[in-house]
T-cell receptor
């Protein structure tokens, strides 16, 4: 089975600062990796995904993530935080033979200070 | 809108009662998924369907939980004889196809509280 660890349940950054949200995964086979964002009272929205193509993946709202097999990591970054980025972020993994069975991390709440 | 909808949005019930949670996926989406999300945790897979066929129910916690999608569209998750530990957010998602290449679109969830 697969699993995901998100280090830091809460991250606080200043507006304009770098955003770095950490995700490490465990999988015995090549994984698919995802980042989702959740705003209050809304469903999860896909930010970006890695499905074995380019290791640097660009997503919506200026976010990107890099798949590093040697480090079993898929950290999410954004060069400059906006107030609107304040939300909860979830990393998820899936793998063969059940690519559509997602295993989510416990989430990281991002706070952006003015 | 054209997104995934779930009803009710909030459900409060007494221990021992049965509840039915409804999910209306995006029109034309083949696959439908149910997740449970406890407070402070990420979503936990429960089950999923391709069309009307339940493909994987390995995440259902016990036999009090069941799900159906009889016509390959709307799905119902039923919890019988509810217990306080069943309190959680129940989320539904749908995708165009049943591959990880296809985005899962999530609904707003049903917040279940068992007293």
């Amino acid at each position: 089975a697969q699993s995901v660890t998100q280090l830091g349940s809460h991250v606080s950054v200043s507006e304009g600062a770098l955003v770095l949200l950490r995700c490490n995964y465990s999988s015995s086979v090549p994984p698919y990796l995802f980042w989702y964002v959740q705003y209050p009272n809304q469903g999860l929205q896909l930010l970006l995904k890695y499905t074995s193509a380019a290791t640097l993946v660009k997503g919506i709202n200026g976010f990107e993530a890099e798949f590093k097999k040697s480090e079993t990591s898929f950290h999410l970054t954004k060069p400059s935080a906006h107030m609107s980025d304040a939300a909860e972020y979830f990393c998820a993994v899936s793998a063969y033979p059940n690519f559509n069975k997602f295993y989510f991390g416990s989430g990281t709440k991002l706070n952006v200070k003015p | 809108g054209a997104g995934v909808s779930q009803s009710p949005r909030y459900k409060v019930t007494k221990r021992g009662q049965d509840v039915a949670l409804r999910c209306d996926p995006i029109s034309g989406h083949v696959s439908l998924y149910w997740y449970r999300q406890a407070l402070g945790q990420g979503p936990e897979f429960l089950t999923y369907f391709n069309y009307e066929a339940q493909q994987d129910k390995s995440g259902l916690p016990n036999d009090r939980f069941s799900a159906e999608r009889p016509e390959g569209s709307i799905s119902t998750l039923t919890i019988q004889r509810t217990e306080q530990r069943d309190s959680a957010m129940y989320r539904c998602a749908s995708s165009l196809e049943s591959s990880g290449d296809y985005e899962q679109f999530f609904g707003p969830g049903t917040r279940l509280t068992v007293l």
